[in-house]
């Protein structure tokens, strides 16, 4: 059931009332019990599905899927590369590795004069 805004034209109260779709819009004010209520239009929510079968990935786009089935496959393969160096069948290649980070130069103290 959807949650729906209301609004009083009379006081100005604004509230929440949690309804079922089929149910009549409330026309009487909660706190001024004036017949002022107008429902308001509100961006509302996602839908949210529940239950076994739902599941946010079960709609991704086919671009998305072959993007993952590429990256999976890139990482197979990747590791059978691997395994090829460690047992001696492939020359092992050269990784060049970053230096490792500087530390700033402080400028040296100044003697103290006395």
Do not use: W
């Not at 239009?41 to 599905?49: H, K, N, P, Q, V």
């Amino acid at each position: 059931m959807p949650t729906y805004e209301y609004a009083c034209e009379a006081c100005g109260h604004a509230f929440e009332e949690f309804q079922s779709i089929k149910a009549a819009p409330i026309r009487k004010c909660p706190k001024c019990g004036k017949r002022k209520v107008k429902r308001l239009i509100s961006g509302g929510a996602g839908f949210l599905f529940k239950g076994s079968g739902f599941y946010i990935t079960d709609y991704r786009s086919e671009n998305y899927k072959s993007a993952a089935k590429a990256e999976k496959d890139g990482g197979a393969a990747k590791t059978e590369t691997a395994a090829a160096k460690t047992d001696g069948t492939a020359a092992p290649a050269a990784k060049a590795e970053a230096p490792p980070a500087k530390a700033e130069a402080k400028p040296a103290a100044k003697p103290s004069k006395k």
